[in-house]
């Protein structure tokens, strides 16, 4: 049997690693092509065992992988700011710490339980609501957001060629539906209904958090009260019912002037 021998001067070992990019690239492994001429010189000058090598540039695929379906899946979620737990103050919040400990831990996805957040605007459920979404795409899972109103959108624009259950059942995909904003503007008949249906086929399937100005039990108050016990029913029968209280974070911060940058 006859082996070939790479040379191990300079210009053969370039060649070589040359030659892994354009393999790389073949194979399409992004992450470990763009990691690899770069770790390639480091194993050299170090003299790591190949295997070690070989562990490095799997390492580098797999985490650039990770993170390219952590953003697709961020991106698919529809938030609408951007809000995450990095900007969150625990500290100022009116929800009792060990119950925001225990949120962030995400369990309750896994058990396909619902979160149902209420209290007065400007007390941080948007906030909250969101930061949990980021945590749980960065945790796996895929996740969509929408207002109330988007949700009456996605029935109406389907009623028409009669595709509303196939638009639910793609919503239904997510582990995560996060809808924001109930209780600020009265429901219209579509939009109750869209609530509803999407309640009821995640009922012990999927999990559903939601953000509203008002407890649920309120919420006949806003649709009509068939719709809105049986919505109401599903939702909290594997909830996570979590008040806010006290006065608008906003309006301290604008009351403090901390609303907007001072202008130059």
């Known amino acids: 049997m006859t082996t070939t021998t790479t040379k191990t001067n300079g210009v053969g070992a370039a060649a070589a690693a040359d030659a892994v ?34 562990r490095a540039l799997l390492t580098e695929e797999i985490a650039g992988r990770r993170a390219s379906s952590i953003g697709t899946r961020r991106k698919a979620a529809g938030f609408p700011t951007g809000k995450t737990f990095d900007a969150w103050n625990e500290t100022t919040s009116s929800i009792p710490a060990p119950t925001q400990a225990a949120l962030r831990t995400l369990e309750w996805i896994g ?44 029935v109406r624009r389907h009623r028409a060629d009669d595709t509303t ?29 869209a609530l509803y249906r999407i309640v009821d086929a995640a009922y012990e399937k999927r999990s559903i958090a939601l953000s ?11 649709m009509p009260k068939t719709i809105a016990n049986a919505t109401v029913d599903r939702l909290l029968h594997h909830a ?22 001072a202008l130059t």
């Open 21 to 54: 990019v354009e393999l790389l690239r073949e194979l399409r492994l992004p992450h470990m092509r763009h990691a690899a001429p770069d770790l390639l010189a480091t194993a050299k000058a170090q003299r790591w065992d190949p295997a070690e090598a070989v």
């Open 111 to 154: 058990n396909h339980e619902n979160l149902v957040i209420c209290g007065p605007s400007g007390t941080g459920k948007t906030h909250f609501l969101e930061a949990l979404g980021h945590a749980a795409v960065d945790a796996g899972a895929h996740v969509l957001w929408f207002s109330l109103e988007q949700l009456g959108q996605v």
């Open 165 to 193: 259950g196939r638009a639910l059942r793609r919503i239904l995909r997510a582990d995560l539906i996060l809808i924001d904003d109930i209780g600020l503007l009265p429901v219209a008949a579509d939009t109750a209904e």
């Open 212 to 222: 509203s100005n008002l407890h649920p039990a309120g919420f006949d108050e806003l």
């Open 240 to 261: 996570h019912l979590v008040a806010t209280q006290g006065d608008s974070h906003r309006l301290q911060q604008a009351l403090a002037g901390k609303g907007v940058k």
